[in-house]
Nanobody, 123 residues
Framework: VQLQASGGGLVQAGDSLRLSCAPS????????MGWFRQAPGKEREFVAG????????HYGDSVKGRFTISRDNAKNMVYLQMNSLKSEDTAAYYC?????????????????WGQGTQVTVSS
């Protein structure tokens, strides 16, 4: 099982990026998915989560109103649309999947992790 995250890059403050997560090895259409990020010297932080059926989402306080998580179960894909990016959003972003349809915010609740994609926002 692999989770391939992509879409990161170097942008300026105020720009937008869309991250994609492509699970492989099995279907995650009924699994809750999450995005986390980790900046150098900091702990991994919850960014956004979505339930297995896509009806429930939850965001970290620092990204509410700016980021949107979505999923396309037909394509087995999960996305993170990031708008109004700030320098403090700079981090490696990881997608994660659970063996459950219920979304949680703790890193310990996720069973599978991707390799991360770097987002760098210059001010």
């Amino acid at each position: 099982v692999q989770l391939q995250a992509s879409g990161g890059g170097l942008v300026q403050a105020g720009d937008s990026l869309r991250l994609s997560c492509a699970p492989s090895g099995r279907t995650f259409s009924t699994s809750a998915m999450g995005w986390f990020r980790q900046a150098p010297g900091k702990e991994r932080e919850f960014v956004a989560g979505i339930s297995g059926n896509g009806r429930m989402t939850h965001y970290g306080d620092s990204v509410k109103g700016r980021f949107t998580i979505s999923r396309d179960n037909a394509k087995n894909m999960v996305y993170l649309q990031m708008n109004s990016l700030k320098s403090e959003d700079t981090a490696a972003y990881y997608c994660a999947a659970r063996n459950s349809a219920i979304m949680v915010v703790s890193t310990r609740g996720y069973d599978y992790w991707g390799q991360g994609t770097q987002v760098t926002v210059s001010s």
